[in-house]
């Protein structure tokens, strides 16, 4: 699963508290890479070339306890859950994380989850990280503002968390490598966000194999080393993720993906309107409105992009969100301005879709839904929600 670092955070019977130490039903234990910059760096000549890079293993087993801690710890910096049918003493989450001066290194697996990092989650938790990240075993679907992907092992995709992401698995199994953004080589700080090199090809090969290796033999390095062989990997990710194959379903260039990519950032705004989107990507009203004659026009567009994020919102939601608190995230002025359009749009109200959702096993389905279908022009959690609707209605007969 496509992580944020858990570094810089630690949790306290299920609340991030801040320092190093978790304690969860009277029992306290180092979180990955929590509160250990430093530590087990140095001997007593405080010299760290002589010292082992310091492995910190998850201490929490499958359960309740390993829930609460894998929550509380992600919560800080994106929106988490496991599928509505899933069982919380079922839940399993396992690795191990190494800090070096410049990275943050993980491996590390677990059972059914999902985590988004929607707009305003960037907003009110903002991280300037990156990631280089390696699935190893299971599946992942995702989406990186826009890029839509379904992950293999071997596939090795850079992250940016200052852009917008969501990603859904069965379970999984993955090496992260964690960096600073702002002080990472320029070819990586560009537009790589969903930038991914495949398991079949060379240089995918070639990056996995690196990271793979560090990973196996980490152990054995002083952290000086091991940061060294980071940096050889950030070198060759550098030179190859940039050219690696066009993503057309992103259309960075066209007014539409730009307009979406705006539309995205200022969401929450229910102020935000045509006006204000022509003035932002520098055209004027007439050539925006001839821009989405074919959309029925610069407000239906926006109203849809709305609605589709709310739908998405509370599929994912599984039920931990309130209707208004989706409606407000939205840019919707009122609840019941947001039942009406929502209602026109889905012949349902938001509540009976938050319902259907749980009574369908909505997170899991979905995430097995879209496995198995192709990427499309019409937004995949709406495809879903008819292709449940369906089913259910055949059930019925």
């Given amino acids: 699963m ?8 630690k949790a306290r019977s299920g609340v991030i508290v801040g320092g190093g ?21 140095l001997e007593a000549d405080g010299n760290p070339k002589a010292c082992a890079s310091h492995r910190v293993v998850w201490p929490f087993s499958r359960g309740e306890d390993c829930y609460a801690a894998w929550k509380a710890a992600l919560s800080q910096l994106v929106d988490c859950s496991i599928p509505a049918d899933a069982d919380v003493a079922s839940f399993e989450f396992h690795g191990s994380s190494w800090q070096l001066p410049e990275t943050f290194v993980q491996v590390n697996g677990g059972s059914a989850m999902s985590m988004s990092r929607p707009q305003h989650v960037i907003d009110d938790r ?10 190893t075993g299971g599946s992942v679907v995702t989406d990186y503002d826009g890029c839509k992907r379904i992950h293999v092992p071997g596939d090795v995709v850079a992250v940016d968390y200052s852009l917008p992401y969501e990603s859904y698995t069965s379970g999984y199994e993955g090496i992260a490598l964690t960096f600073d953004k702002a002080s990472t080589l320029s070819e990586l700080q560009g537009d790589v966000h969903g930038m991914m090199l495949a398991a079949n090809s060379s240089a995918g090969n070639i990056l ?3 990271m793979r290796s560090l990973v196996a033999h980490i152990d054995g ?6 940061q060294s062989a980071v940096n050889g990997i950030l070198q060759f990710a550098a030179a190859t993720l940039p050219t690696a194959a066009p993503r057309t379903l992103r259309g ?23 006006a204000d989107l022509a003035l932002e990507l520098g055209m004027s009203r007439s050539k925006l409105f001839r821009s989405f004659e074919e959309h029925g026009g610069v407000q239906r567009w926006l109203l849809g992009k709305r609605l589709t994020a709310s739908l998405q919102a509370i599929v994912r939601s599984a039920g931990n969100q309130k209707i208004s608190a989706i409606a407000h995230q939205h840019g919707f002025r009122s609840e019941a301005h947001f039942s009406r359009a929502f209602r026109k749009r889905y012949e349902m109200s938001p509540s009976s879709a938050l319902a259907f959702t749980k009574r369908s096993q909505g997170a899991s389905k979905y995430l097995g839904w879209a496995q198995k279908n192709t990427w499309n022009d019409r937004s995949t959690v709406e495809a879903w929600l008819a292709s449940a609707q369906a089913s259910e209605l055949e059930g019925a007969g």
């Fill in 2 to 9: 496509i992580e944020p670092p858990l570094s810089p955070y």
């Fill in 21 to 41: 130490r978790l304690a969860t039903s009277g029992r306290a234990a180092q979180l990955p890479g929590a509160g250990i910059e430093g530590a087990g760096m």
């Fill in 126 to 135: 903002p991280i300037s990280k990156m990631s280089l990240y390696l699935l």
């Fill in 208 to 210: 996995g194999g690196q």
């Fill in 221 to 226: 390095l002083n952290v000086l080393e091991a």
């Fill in 252 to 274: 960075d260039h066209s007014v539409l993906h730009r307009a979406y990519r705006l539309a995205r950032t200022r969401m929450s705004d229910p102020d935000f309107g045509p």
